[in-house]
Structure formats: structure tokens, C-alpha cells
């Protein structure tokens, strides 16, 4: 495809490569070039394509279960839905709260070395951009069987999608600094790798922020030199007019606010002052207490940008939620899932799926950046504290077996600051659980984090699912009127900490449960079944596969008709042959 000239990727500032980013192609010509970029289409006549949809009928099948005694009844219900997605995939920009923060910087350092394809030296070897750690860019799913087995694409090729590379990223900063010395002060990425993005990140500079001092901890009045003035409500339309300012100089079709800035304190919710929209509105007015995320919140939401937090502070407050769901705008949070607490929701998970009964869990953590000096205080501990304990409670509630009701492990987390560990977090775990007949089995753990390199292609990811479910609308037989997700988007918990639900909803953070969500709704997109893993076609003596004209299954199944544990290839009398050498056989 031919590059264009005149692109403005990131905060304006123009570079070749950077794809649909003239202007003087219209909306149209874009729409074309985008769909013909899709790589999945679906052979049914349940899905149907259209100029500006992907349509799909599906069959969502569901369980309902009523008790009686120690009886179950259950009864399965299938609900018909229509899947209406969105084609085009527009010019997303994003604003973060926080820009020149560690994570801020990272991210926006890693996508422009991404789009300029760059690669580095170090001390062991040549390095690539790449996206690793992102769930959207870099894990696979499967999409059935092909003539050489198991057929694997990228998740990002299920729908259309935006590019991490096509993101122009804007935001705000208490710190002066621009991007280029912010990079250097994080001490993330490599030095030779900083100095071929230098000349890039140094025009990028930060719009002043909002700093009420009592919300962080004092640590951070030294960064303090590039804030807004005025009162709450003045504060708020300032974001609001920064927000309008980036749209109209940049170009972008939408804008999505993230906070990535500082863990405050927990704000407490009042009766009149933050329980409605109504209230929480009056309350910016005349002044009263109001945290900053709140008010970024409230200023987006206005917009009709969706928001999302990063960190664990309680921002949705009643009023801020109520808010979004009056303006039909997504939010979603809280807190990054990336390291400790991430591996905390696979292993609890295999713990209790398992049958062993964790009984205490004692997590441990140090760390050198900003965050850790901003988690030193008290009160901004407090709240990672609650974001990191919870994370286990859908999974022990949901063996009865193993846990009594209102019985949990014994759960503690300690946070520290070292400032020699810089940005690498140190993690260490003991899972103490019981096991058969009164025996303890024990799992410890250290985990060395590199935490802005973990949150960045979470950012992302984040940014690109919101993005997406904004084109995606659906309805039932019963109800035909096509609606949209919950203005509460809890499809982002596989990546949140201490996921935001909508009211009533049940919080999973099982890691498993939480992933397969994403996938199976993708797949609902295309009119596909739920990813099941079940394989019948291969667990029958006789396949009923094998019976139909398909010259795929029929492949695979005749190629070699021998039996396999994976290791060895195992004749039908039950004697293994060692394939090395033929000679030695063993009893299968």
C-alpha cells in the first residue's frame, strides 16, 4: 500500500508511515481500504456483510437452576441475539491522565518505536519494538480446524480493530516536563533505544492537570509545577476545552480519557454531595470535595469520551457512574492488572478448579518509582491495598466444597518503597493451602515486575477494546431495538484489578473465565459458538467427522491413523515404539 505524506501520528508532529491519516482521503475511500484489511470472513448464513456491518445471528445458550432441598432443577434456556458491528475502524485518539508519569512516557515512547520499526543494542543482544504483554496484539485464538490441524490467528484479527500504531496520544501532566526528559526520568527503556526516540518524544509536552494536594501523597509537591487554577468547576471546563482542542487539531474521529496518574486516597461517598449526578454536579459548583480523577471523569463523560481508570481509587463514585449512563458513555476500571495481582487470579484459580484449598496468601511487594513513593503515604496505600485484596473472592465463593459461606483465606499485602529497584518490582508470594487427609502444600514465589512495561500494552489494549465495543450494538427477538454494552464496560476486567461491574452484575477475576468473556463475545460478532474445547470430533471411536464429505476432518483423521500421547506414536496391540530407535518397545 502507498505511503502517505502529511501524517500527524501521536501529538501532531508529522512522520511518514503512519496509515490513514490524510485528510483529503474521504470518509468513504478510508471505509473501503479498512475493510478490505479484515482477514476473517465467515461462510454461513447466519452472518451476514453488509457496506457498514458485520451482521450475525446467534444462539446464546443459558442455564437457570432453582433448589429444593438437596435437589437442583435445571432448566436451559437459548436467548436469539443479532450482533451488529461497525466495519469501519476510525481514527482513535487518546488522552491520559498522568502523560508524563512513567506509564504515560513508556507507552508513548513504545508506539512510536513500534511505528518506526526501530531496533536497539544491548548488552545482550539486538532488540525490535513489539507489543508483547498486549492480550489483543500478541495471544492467539483458535478458530477451528484447518488441513494441517488446529487453525491459530492473532486476537486482533477477529474484528476489525484500531492499531496500536494509529493511536495519536495527547494528555496531561502536573509535571512540566516534556515527554523526551520524562522518558529519561522514568529509567524504563534502554539508554540507546532514548536517545533514537529522543528527538520524537521532546515535542511532546504535557497540558496542565489537575493538583488537589490533599488526594496524593505529599511526596509529589516537588512535581507539582504545571497545574490548572481557578475553582473545581472552572477546572472541569478546561478539560473539557483541552479535550475539544485535540479532536480539532488532530484529526480524530474519538477521543478516550485514561487515568494513569497517581493512586489517591479513597473518597468518601456522601448522602448530597456524590451519591447522584445531580449532586456530584452541584458539588464540583460550589467547591466541595471532589477528587481529581472524579472530575476528569465528569469532564469526559460531558464530552462523550469514554473514561477509564487505571488506578485503584474509588472514581466512579454513585454520581460519576450515574452520570455516564445518563450520556450513554462508557467506563470502566479500576486499577491495571498486571504483575503480581495478574498471576494472583491464575493460581488462586488453578488452586480452588483443582480441589486444594488455599487457606492464607500472603503477598509482598517493593518498589523504586513514582508509584511506590506516591504508595509510601498511608492513605494511597490503603487503596491498592483494597484493589489487591479482593481479587480471589469469586473464586473461593464459587467452591462450596472447600469454603464455608462468609470463610476466605487469610489474605495480607505489604507494600514498600526502595528507590534502588527503580521501575522493577519485586513480588513475593506464599499460597499456603490444605490438601487430602490435613496435609499443607506451599507455593512461594518471587517475581521480578517491570511494571511500566507491563501496564503499557494493557493501556492499550484497554483503549482498543473500549474503542472497539463502541461499534458493536445488539438485540433479541423479544426486544428489537438495537442497544449497546452497559455504560459500565465490564468487558474490560480481564484487565482491571478491581473490575467495575454494572449494578447487580456478579465481579469475576478468575483470569481464565474473565478471558474466554472477550473471546466468546468476539466470536458471538461473527455468529461463532463459544470457544468450548471440547474436540468430539477427535474423542469418538468412530468420528462422525470422518463420515461427511469433508476433506479437512477427513485429512487429518486418515493422515495417520496411529495414536499419540504427544510424545510417542502408539500402535493399536498397546506397544509403544520408541521412534529413535525401533528396536526398543515398551507395553503402552
Not at 396 to 419: A, F, R, T
Not at 538 to 565: A, E, G, Q, W
Not at 577 to 583: L, R
Amino acid at each position: 500500500m502507498k505511503t502517505l505524506a502529511n501524517e500527524t501520528p501521536l501529538s501532531g508532529k508529522p512522520f511518514l508511515g503512519h496509515r490513514f491519516r490524510n485528510q483529503t482521503i474521504d470518509l468513504h475511500q478510508r471505509e473501503r481500504l479498512l475493510i478490505m484489511s479484515e482477514k476473517i470472513r465467515i461462510n454461513s448464513s447466519s452472518v451476514r456483510y453488509t457496506e457498514q456491518y458485520i451482521e450475525s445471528q446467534y444462539s446464546y445458550h443459558t442455564t437457570s437452576v432453582s433448589t429444593d432441598g438437596g435437589t437442583y432443577t435445571v432448566t436451559p434456556r437459548t436467548t436469539e441475539y443479532i450482533f451488529r458491528t461497525e466495519r469501519a475502524v476510525p481514527k482513535l485518539g487518546v488522552m491520559l491522565v498522568g502523560w508524563g508519569g512513567n506509564n504515560g512516557s513508556t507507552v508513548t515512547a513504545s508506539v512510536l518505536a513500534n511505528k518506526l520499526g526501530l531496533t536497539w543494542r544491548t548488552k545482550s543482544g539486538i532488540k525490535s519494538a513489539n507489543y508483547c504483554g498486549s492480550l489483543l496484539e500478541a495471544s492467539t485464538v483458535s478458530l477451528g480446524s484447518g488441513h494441517k490441524g488446529e487453525v491459530f490467528v492473532p486476537f486482533r484479527d477477529l474484528l476489525p480493530m484500531v492499531h496500536p500504531n494509529d493511536i495519536i496520544f495527547d494528555g496531561w501532566d502536573i509535571s512540566s516536563m516534556d515527554l523526551g526528559r520524562a522518558m529519561e526520568r522514568a529509567q524504563v527503556l534502554d539508554w540507546s533505544l532514548q536517545e533514537m526516540l529522543r528527538p520524537h518524544m521532546s515535542k511532546l509536552k504535557p497540558r496542565p492537570s489537575i493538583y488537589i494536594p490533599e488526594f496524593i501523597a505529599a511526596n509529589q509537591e516537588h512535581r507539582a509545577d504545571h497545574v490548572l487554577t481557578g475553582t473545581k468547576a472552572e477546572q472541569v471546563e478546561q478539560i473539557r476545552r483541552d479535550i475539544c482542542d485535540f479532536k480539532e487539531k488532530s484529526g480524530v474521529d474519538k477521543v478516550i480519557v485514561l487515568w494513569t496518574a497517581n493512586t489517591e486516597r479513597f473518597c468518601d461517598v456522601v448522602p448530597g454531595v456524590n451519591d447522584t449526578a445531580e449532586n456530584l454536579l452541584n458539588t464540583i459548583q460550589t467547591g466541595g470535595e471532589v477528587s481529581p480523577s472524579t472530575l476528569f471523569a465528569v469532564a469526559s463523560i460531558q464530552e462523550g469520551c469514554a473514561y477509564i481508570n487505571g488506578s485503584p481509587q474509588n472514581t466512579f463514585v454513585p454520581g460519576a457512574v450515574e452520570l455516564a449512563i445518563q450520556h450513554g458513555v462508557f467506563i470502566g476500571g479500576d486499577d491495571f492488572k498486571s504483575g503480581q495481582t495478574k498471576l494472583k487470579s491464575v493460581l488462586v484459580d488453578f488452586l480452588v478448579s483443582a480441589g486444594i484449598k488455599p487457606t492464607s496468601i500472603v503477598s509482598y511487594n517493593h518498589l523504586g518509582n513514582n508509584d511506590g513513593m506516591n504508595l509510601s503515604a498511608p492513605q494511597q496505600f490503603r487503596s491498592k491495598e483494597i484493589s489487591k485484596s479482593n481479587v480471589v473472592d469469586d473464586m473461593v465463593q464459587s467452591n462450596p466444597v472447600l469454603y464455608k459461606p462468609g470463610e476466605k483465606p487469610d489474605h495480607c499485602v505489604v507494600i514498600k518503597y526502595v528507590p534502588c529497584v527503580g521501575d522493577s518490582k519485586r513480588a513475593m508470594d506464599e499460597y499456603t493451602s490444605e490438601i487430602m487427609m490435613g496435609g499443607t502444600n506451599t507455593i512461594a514465589l518471587h517475581n521480578t515486575c517491570e511494571d511500566s512495561l507491563l501496564a503499557s500494552p494493557i493501556i492499550l489494549d484497554l483503549v482498543i477494546l473500549t474503542e472497539l465495543c463502541q461499534r458493536i450494538m445488539f438485540c433479541t427477538q423479544e426486544d428489537t431495538a438495537f442497544q449497546s454494552f452497559h455504560s459500565v464496560l465490564s468487558i474490560l476486567s480481564f484487565l482491571c484489578k478491581a473490575p467495575l461491574v454494572p449494578p447487580g452484575a456478579p465481579v469475576v477475576n478468575a483470569f481464565f473465565r474473565q478471558r474466554a468473556c472477550i473471546e466468546n463475545i468476539m466470536r458471538a460478532c461473527l455468529g461463532l459458538p463459544p470457544q468450548n474445547h471440547m474436540q468430539l470430533e477427535h474423542k469418538m471411536k468412530n468420528s462422525f467427522m470422518h463420515h461427511l464429505d469433508n476433506p479437512i476432518y477427513n485429512d487429518i483423521l486418515t493422515k495417520d491413523d496411529r495414536l499419540t500421547n504427544g510424545y510417542h506414536r502408539v500402535p493399536s496391540n498397546g506397544v509403544r515404539v520408541n521412534e529413535n530407535n525401533p528396536k526398543i518397545k515398551t507395553i503402552a
